[in-house]
């Protein structure tokens, strides 16, 4: 054979070698593909998760947002079409007339004294009661806190005219007691989830502080308190709310204007002023109404991330 009939090979490359050899198969380097493959649905997934969140956002803070470019609309803006998201002009005079428009000062004060004191002493007595039924020891412990929970089955409506009753016999009715006095001693679902939450709590630190001589009222004050005062301050945001926007207890128990809480005061707005048309006056009013939750919501936002993170860790 000559050699111009030999046919020479180029060497192979190392990395040529390791694909195609007989032992390999030709994806040997697919472990980065596959890597660079997750890393990319995963940016995909989060783009999406957070595009979903975003149009929830919107949608949750579409209606306040309506309510307040409303109430700075004039009577005719209300109606016009396309609807005005940025009113033109802004009447600012509508937040001056609700003072006068109705008692509207005198509802705000009565519904922050019957929310302030119902939820921060009921909160403490039923912090206390949660903190009972978790950690002492007495007879019966568990019968008494499944009776407790029995009191959830018994809808509202089956116990107002009994408690109208009561509350009429000694002369509470048009007063704010009946809506106050009830909550000082706790609220069912606050001690329940108080109590479940207290079960993470170890056993052995309330035995030892026992043992070092402290009393079950300075541990609950040293030791229960700071540990669940992240879940406390989500049950009492969640309570205030439920306090400050409740509607029928007062509609039972109040009849005199002065006595009337803010969610009866913006009632009667409704009624009076949608005749007229005047619904800037009324979104105005009832703008007003939102701020204290609002504010409150605001203040306690990092005890409600640190209730949902402890209980996400612990779960």
């Known amino acids: ?4 009939h030999v046919i020479t090979t180029p060497p192979l490359e190392p990395s040529a070698a390791i694909t195609a050899g007989p032992g390999n198969s030709p994806t040997a380097a697919a472990p980065g593909g596959k890597q660079r493959s997750v890393k990319g649905r995963l940016q995909l997934g989060n783009v999406l998760v957070t595009l979903i969140l975003m149009a929830g956002a919107i949608l949750m803070v579409a209606p306040l947002a309506w309510t307040f470019s409303t109430s700075l609309k004039t ?3 209300v109606f016009e079409l396309p609807p005005q998201w940025i009113p033109d002009p802004f009447v600012w005079e509508n937040y001056a007339r609700i003072w006068t428009a109705g008692p509207l000062l005198s509802g705000i004060q009565n519904s922050l004294v019957v929310a302030c004191s119902v939820t921060v002493i009921g909160s403490l007595t039923s912090a206390l009661a949660a903190f009972a039924f978790a950690k002492l020891r007495m007879p019966f412990k568990n019968v008494l806190f499944l009776g407790l929970l029995s009191g959830l089955m018994i809808p509202f409506p089956t116990l107002m005219i009994p408690q109208f009753t009561i509350f009429a016999s000694i002369g509470w009715v048009d007063t704010l007691l009946p809506l106050i006095v009830p909550g000082l001693f706790g609220n069912i679902i606050m001690i329940f989830f108080l109590r479940q939450f207290l079960n993470n ?4 630190i309330v035995e030892a502080a026992r043992i070092d001589g402290a009393s079950y009222l300075q541990i609950f004050w040293t030791l229960i308190l700071p540990a669940i005062r992240p879940a406390l301050a989500a049950q009492f945001i969640l309570w205030f709310m439920a306090m400050w926007n409740d509607y029928l207890a007062p ?4 009849n005199s204007p002065g006595k009337q809480t803010l969610q009866l005061v913006i009632a009667n707005f409704n009624a009076q002023y949608a005749i007229q048309t005047d ?3 009324i979104m105005a009013a009832s703008f007003v109404a939102l701020l204290p939750v609002l504010i409150v919501f605001i203040v306690f936002q990092r005890q409600i991330i640190e209730s949902i993170a402890l209980s996400g860790s612990k779960g």
């Open 1 to 4: 054979m000559s050699a111009q």
């Open 75 to 77: 009577r005719d803006g």
């Open 201 to 204: 709590v170890p056993d052995s």
């Open 251 to 254: 509609i039972i128990y109040l």
């Open 279 to 281: 619904y800037p006056l």
